[in-house]
């Protein structure tokens, strides 16, 4: 008999945004921001029918078994600060740092193919090794960030004059 593929899935979800500032003076603000973003799913499947390639006389019951969790969470520290240099020169600096972690683990994955032959009519675990399985996987990034902007701006013989210089890692 062929039922087809019937699944369940089972979906937790959690977002979260963090702002925070800090305004010194005119001339100095700084600013710290967290995001966080996190998901978790676990997948249930069972398929049956018969499957023509390993033996069309066989019924098969494919049962698999997920458990995902993923995670994404960036933190950012930012500044901006501002100098007169004398009466017509001014400098302003603005500087950013962050770290970001993305993260994919399931801890959980297994598969089990159950067969009846044409002399058994109960289902027994099928003798391949590749269809029945346990597994673990786990990924990891983690970044690193930083960089500034220095702007130096004022008068040169009447006209105005800008510098800019800045770099990222």
């Known amino acids: 008999r062929s039922c087809g593929l019937r699944q369940t899935v089972e979906t937790a979800q959690l977002g979260a945004i963090l702002g925070f500032g800090l305004e010194l003076n005119d001339q100095n603000k700084l600013k710290a921001t967290s995001t966080l973003v996190r998901k978790s799913d676990k997948i249930a499947q069972i398929q049956r029918g018969r499957n023509p390639i390993d033996d069309a006389t066989n019924v ?5 078994l997920t458990f995902i969790e993923q995670e994404l969470w960036v933190n950012q520290l930012s500044g901006e600060h501002r100098v007169d240099l004398g009466t017509t020169w001014r400098a302003e600096l603005d500087w950013r740092g962050s770290y ?3 993260s994919r683990v399931t801890p959980y994955l297994t598969s089990y193919r159950y067969v009846i032959g044409p002399t058994d009519p109960r289902f027994s675990l099928a003798p391949q090794a590749p269809r029945n399985s346990r597994r673990f996987t786990a990924l990891t990034d983690n970044k690193y960030e930083g960089g500034r902007d220095l702007k130096f701006s004022g008068d040169i013989a009447g006209m105005e004059a800008v510098l800019k210089l800045g770099g990222q890692y």
């Open 100 to 102: 970001a972690r993305a």
């Open 60 to 64: 098969i019951s494919d049962q698999r």
